[in-house]
């Protein structure tokens, strides 16, 4: 099974809010997205990101009628876009705009669509998926994937990172079990079941990851990757949560020592353990999976991967150095 999820930073959505809200009529608006295909590690099937590169504003020439429940344009932005998305591997993202507020696709977007992504795949070598993706004045998103076969699927996944971050999420979740009834109390439902449907990477598992690992599961985490490659000695013992002289003297991973005591809380929880540094190829399959990242490296190298992820995927990596 493959899920599908769209990755853009606050001010390309800034961006694409003033293109498709100029005026009160339909609008359109192009995005140049990179491809990412990993395998999701806790559940299985393969996850691929759209993650936005580059933004192409139509201009009001292009269009031939524009109204306040549709628009007919010429398909020349859209060819021009294809063609320097196939040299990069790239898939183009229609956007357009709903300005009375219905964040749903709608009978003419679908006849629309079929007709604009046919005529993308005679055209192309490529099999890959495009998108197509509206938006509402409050930047609210649904998007959808078209392949070959020209049959839409949902998109489960939007994220927006900034400042601030949004993960609008279909993934389900269940976030009532009574050890977190304080937490909803105080946050709401709604804050503790996304935090039980994000991916959380841990990259380190010493004195700042134990912790940080043991804190994620206290507060409602789900799914958790711990990645270290670094085995426990005695100097480790006054600050590696969950540790014993015992682990230090069989000189046990660290990964294994803190994903046993996450564990043994005993809360609903999925973990990976990836025995390796950031910079191996495993482990970094496994970050790529990731919707957020804790840095609880000490070394330079570990920072410099971290900050690359970050930047190539739009993954928000928060770093305890």
Known sequence: ????????????????????????????????????????????????????????EIPESAYLSRSLTGFTWSTTPFFE?????????????????????????????????KELFAIAFNRLDSRQPHISVIMDRSRGIVARAYGPNLSPERINEVAVIGETWSFQDERRSNATSPELDRQIRAFGRASTEQLSRLRIGVVGCGGTGSAVASMLARIGTRHLALVDADRIDETNLNRLHFSTRADASLHRLKVDVVAEGVANIGLPMS???????????????????CDVVF??????????????????YFIPVIDLG
């Open 1 to 56: 099974m493959t899920r599908y999820g769209l990755r853009l930073l606050d001010e390309q959505a800034d961006t694409l809010a003033r293109n498709l809200f100029r005026d009160e009529k339909e609008a359109a608006a192009i995005a140049l997205c990179g491809r990412c295909a990993v395998p999701d590690p806790w559940e299985g099937g393969l996850d691929q990101r759209f993650i936005v590169r580059e933004i192409l």
């Open 81 to 113: 876009a294809l063609k320097r998305a196939e040299s990069k591997n790239f898939a183009v993202a229609v956007f357009h705009s709903h300005p009375p507020g219905s964040l749903e696709f709608s009978p003419d977007d679908d006849v629309a669509e």
């Open 271 to 289: 973990i990976i353990r990836v025995p390796r540094f950031a910079d191996h190829h495993e482990a970094l399959k496994v970050l790529r999976a």
């Open 295 to 312: 840095g609880c490296t000490d070394d330079h190298l570990g920072r410099e991967v971290l900050n690359r992820l970050a930047h190539f």
